[in-house]
């Protein structure tokens, strides 16, 4: 941890110094600009990384026959890192880990590399869980020594052409996909815009309709009504003056009803089919 604050101790994200390093952020590809990487420099080097990494190892004792082909304390070492590689994988899920194993001098290394950002915060946690299990049973595997935890910065300068072709192709196809799910996702938002306008429309079409078919029904009913009582009162005052014209004036009354009752409906009929 101590070695990671000083390495840090000019990178915004951790440190107060100006001293060490002169953080960077950079895209992480020339045509993509929603992802960026932190990468620090160490002075005026010319050593710049973007990665820092985790080392666990020790030294593992030869089989019988004198090399790391028969050892017993070699063969621990890797049931052990199989045994917590799944949890690393759980609790640092974007590390990328590697097992160096020298046949010569007998080194056994494990190395967990992160981005800067995030290997901070599990510095910052002393690195718990897990390192301080996992060297705690790697030093009681019979046959191991020299013991030791440390932190490193992790470059890839070099890549082979068909690992940066993968890497690029995969890049493209999910960059490919991410376009396609939004154009999805925002061709479906539209549609149920429209839909719900169109709904909406439609609903006020439907009131507004029935608002004005009822308004005009009742205006109609009203004036017929009032005309069959303005001539009933009419054809009263006429059979009280003139008994013998009863039935020439009840003829003339139905008659206009008819009359206005058709003149009514026609006009009800007309106005709707407009």
């Not at 060490?20 to 010319?46: H, Y």
Request: net charge negative; with cysteine.
């Amino acid at each position: 941890m101590k070695v990671f604050n000083l390495l840090l101790a000019s990178a915004p994200l951790f440190l107060s110094s100006t001293d060490g390093f002169a953080p960077v952020v950079r895209n992480k590809s020339p045509t993509t600009t929603t992802t960026t990487i932190l990468q620090a420099e160490i002075g005026d080097t010319g050593v710049a990384f973007e990665n820092v990494a985790r080392e666990w190892r020790c030294k593992y004792s030869p089989g019988p026959s004198g090399g790391p082909g028969d050892s017993e304390s070699l063969k621990a070492c890797q049931s052990l890192l199989e045994e917590f590689l799944p949890q690393v994988k759980e609790l640092l899920p974007s590390a990328t880990i590697t097992r160096q194993v020298c046949g010569g001098c007998l080194d056994f290394k494990v190395s967990i590399s992160q981005p800067l950002e995030e290997h901070g915060v599990w510095s910052d946690a002393n690195y718990s869980p897990l390192e301080e299990e996992f060297m705690s049973k790697l030093k009681n595997i019979d046959g191991t020594s020299v013991h030791e935890t440390q932190e490193i910065t992790f470059q890839t300068l070099l890549q082979g052409v068909t690992q940066v072709q993968d890497i690029s192709k995969g890049l493209v196809d999910a960059n490919f996909g991410l376009i396609d799910a939004q154009i999805k996702q925002r061709k479906s938002v539209a549609d149920a815009q429209i839909k719900a306008e169109l709904e909406g429309a439609a609903t006020l079409v439907t009131d507004d309709s029935d608002s004005l078919v009822d308004e005009q029904i009742q205006g109609a009913t009203k004036a017929i009504t009032d005309a069959v009582d303005e001539q009933i009162q009419d054809a009263t005052k006429a059979v009280a003056d003139a008994a013998d014209t009863f039935d020439e004036k009840m003829q003339g009354v139905t008659q206009a009803l008819d009359s206005s009752i058709k003149e009514a409906k026609k006009d009800i009929i007309d106005k709707l089919s407009e």
